[in-house]
């Protein structure tokens, strides 16, 4: 008979070091941590290949017969296509720089979560087919062989990796752990092997036109519905034009920002504001979407779904193109947008309308993030507000990794919260989590599903501890951030670690706080929670 | 007259707590063991600053004989991160029991002397209810894992459902005290 174990066995307190190598060892696939595999249906609707109902708990993953070779000539593909793969293949000298910097890690504790660790997930493969030392010695000179428990491993650790880039930035060669992950993701697409959650959305994307696969007339009805709440809340009317023609501005939001709570407040937020600017701005059915989990799955994809916005723009025959809230998206238009379509000579650099100021930043994909647009209008004295609307709110901002990190937005929406917010409502998190050493969501770059709840919560495990802090020493009760996914996940997240927290949109507070000349007496925020001493107020017409 | 083995605890506290603490993180693999003894900073090293926290403060409640209310919120500490990284329940719990063996090696000439059985089956005992109270504790935090997914799904289509009037009655959460009180 098996000997009951004791608690220290339970849990393996082991002192030695692993007799077999990291790379040796085979990788647990524990429930919990990974996403469900892509149901064909929706790989059919992108003409994906090998589309085939499978499960990430199967021993056999049903790969297609001559797969080794596929994704052996996808590497040899990719390696001569991008220059940065192949250094950052040969270039890492394993310092270990990067390895406690990575949120994975620092939530789980597994080793594989280490950048260096995961990129040698890839890296040994590399070094087996594509080196001479490699192919000669083998183990010894860092190589292994392809295997389905390699692929199996790719799987599970290339997404438990959010693109974030913190690595990078401690990286002393600046080595991309994000483009590595992607390249990684692309080669297991190449054999059939997607998650469900991201392919889901983009095929949804890809058939009607927004992740959530809302059809023209939902998302007109949803535009309409929080414009009404507008003017429920303030007076205001604030209409939503939709494919208007001749428009100044085409306004690309992510979809979560007119479906989601607590998105759709920043949706109203925006509404407001253009109302107050009397913009001529509209936005389109079409490009419905500004999100892309398409670039969470290859390049090829996210280019595909982000065809959509140009199209718009020429058809709609608008002059700039202005973004809300959102991270991934802005990356990709900022990063990748101009590369696959310019010259993009049919738009005209933009200029605020307002201010006059020039975005010579957006000079070549002529698309400014309203955080941009915001901050200047402020800095031109052009918005009138009274901060005391926000003083039931304490906050603390999270710098979201693809607009902080991936574009460099650190003070914009600082500046707008010190113009919104009362003095001393506003607290930073410590240093060394913040702007471009932030910590990521834990749920970013397509794995904000559901069946995967214990990964997001531990990869989320820096980003709430820090919050707890502020919470802990100054009472925040807010959040704040510029990025849809953060809006969709950091709830989740802190209801889990830090439950006393709200999650906020910037644009939000700014509308909360924007004065109208006409408006009725505000009693409330947009959340018809009550302002600061108007609480009794609410607690009677509560006892009604 | 022998010291009580609350008072004799309480002065080898630091002891006991930096072995609980070190065996608990000698159940990580040994390059993230060494990498939480030696990151001091509980902002680049919050596993480390989450396990100290909760074992601190269970520790000392447990030696101020507090109610089952406060010892729970500081089992919470360390259970939630163990709830969600360890792969079994007996896993996530086992650090609790490693205590039990601890105090027994550190407080050894008490333990195997007659004079303090009865006392010492009392302290077992407590560590006992210490460790049920953990599994509730556990079972609290699954619970909460299971109640964000069901938020978040919710909110995913918050402000349709609003647009639906079904906001209200969709969104009512039960309060922290109703959860508690299950």
């Known amino acids: ?544 | 007259m022998a010291m009580a083995l609350n008072d004799l605890l309480l002065q080898k506290k630091s002891d006991i707590l930096d072995r609980w603490r070190d065996l608990v993180f000698a159940s990580y693999v040994p390059e993230t063991a060494r990498f939480l003894r030696s990151q001091k900073d509980r902002f680049a090293n919050p596993i480390a600053y989450q396990l100290n926290r909760g074992l601190t403060g269970i520790f000392e409640v447990f030696l101020e004989e507090a109610d089952a209310e406060q010892i729970m919120g500081h089992l919470d500490e360390v259970i939630k991160l163990k709830a969600i990284q360890e792969t079994s329940p007996s896993r996530a719990m086992a650090f609790l029991f490693l205590l039990k063996t601890i105090i027994r090696e550190e407080l050894a000439p008490q333990a195997n002397d007659p004079a303090f059985a009865a006392e010492f089956t009392e302290l077992e005992s407590r560590l006992d209810g210490l460790a049920l109270l953990g599994f509730d504790v556990f079972m609290q935090r699954r619970e909460r894992l299971h109640e964000v997914r069901v938020g978040e799904i919710k909110r995913k289509v918050g402000a349709l459902l609003r647009r639906l009037g079904m906001g209200d009655e969709f969104f009512e959460e039960p309060s922290g005290e109703e959860r508690d009180s299950r």
Not at chain 1, 234 to 239: K, L, N, R
Not at chain 1, 296 to 320: D, T
Not at chain 1, 360 to 384: C, P, R
Not at chain 1, 510 to 530: G, M, S
């Open chain 1, 1 to 544: 008979m098996a000997k009951l174990p004791t608690p220290a066995e339970l849990i393996q307190i082991n002192y030695q070091m692993p007799s077999k190598g990291w790379l040796d060892l085979k990788a647990e696939l524990r429930p919990g941590y990974y996403v469900n595999a892509a149901a064909p249906k929706w790989m059919q609707m992108i003409d994906y290949p090998f589309p085939r109902s499978w499960n990430v708990a199967d021993e056999d993953w049903q790969l297609p017969e001559d797969w080794k070779e596929r994704v052996l000539q996808g590497m040899e593909d990719r390696l001569q296509r991008f220059r940065s793969l192949k250094l950052f293949f040969d270039i890492c000298v394993r310092c270990g720089a990067c390895a406690d910097k990575c949120h994975f890690f620092l939530g789980t504790g597994d080793p594989k979560n280490m950048p260096v660790l995961r990129a040698e997930l890839l890296r040994s493969v590399y070094r087996r087919y594509f080196k001479t030392a490699g192919k000669l010695l083998g183990e010894l000179a860092g190589a292994r062989d392809l295997t389905d428990d390699v692929i199996k491993e790719w799987f599970y650790y290339l997404y438990q990796c959010t693109i974030c880039r913190r690595c990078s930035v401690f990286c002393p060669y600046g080595i991309d752990m994000a483009e590595m992950t992607i390249l990684g993701r692309e080669l297991l697409s190449s054999v059939g092997i997607n998650i469900d959650w991201a392919l889901a959305s983009v095929a949804q994307c890809y058939d009607k036109g927004s992740h959530i696969g809302a059809t023209p007339q939902a998302f007109k009805d949803m535009v309409d519905f929080l414009a009404e709440e507008n003017e429920r809340i303030t007076g205001i009317t604030t209409p939503c034009p939709v494919n208007k023609k001749g428009a100044e501005i085409l306004f690309v939001v992510p979809s979560g920002d007119y479906f989601a709570d607590p998105g759709s407040y920043t949706f109203m937020g925006y509404l407001l504001l253009f109302k107050y600017l009397d913009l001529d701005f509209t936005m389109s059915t079409y490009a419905a979407e500004g999100g892309n989990f398409g670039w969470f799955i290859s390049h090829e994809m996210g280019k595909r779904l982000n065809a959509k916005i140009y199209e718009e723009a020429k058809r709609l025959k608008v002059k700039w193109i202005l973004g809300g809230e959102c991270g991934h998206m802005w990356r990709v238009c900022n990063q990748y947008m101009p590369t696959w379509w310019g010259p993009i000579d049919f738009l005209e650099e933009p200029v605020s309308p307002i201010t006059g100021t020039k975005f010579e930043n957006a000079t070549v994909h002529k698309m400014v993030h309203i955080s941009e647009f915001t901050a200047d209008l402020f800095k031109h004295g052009k918005l009138k507000v009274d901060p005391q609307r926000n003083a039931h709110i304490k906050l603390t901002f999270h710098d979201s990794c693809n607009t902080a990190r991936g574009m460099g937005i650190f003070e914009e929406p600082r500046y707008i919260i010190n113009q919104v917010m009362p003095e001393g409502h506003f607290f930073e998190m410590p240093p060394n989590t913040i702007r471009e050493k932030t910590f990521c969501c834990g749920s970013s770059s397509g794995i904000n599903a559901n069946e995967n709840m214990d990964i997001r919560m531990l990869g989320g495990l820096p980003r709430a501890n820090a919050v707890k802090y502020v919470h802990e020493k100054y009472g925040v009760n807010h959040l704040g951030c510029i990025c849809a996914l953060d809006r969709a996940t950091l709830p989740t997240l802190m209801q889990y670690w830090v439950p006393e927290m709200e999650i906020t949109g910037i644009t939000e507070l700014v509308a909360n706080a924007l004065v109208f000349e006409d408006e009725i007496e505000r009693t409330t925020d947009l959340r018809d929670r009550p302002l600061a001493g108007f609480e009794e107020a609410d607690e009677e017409e509560g006892a009604e």
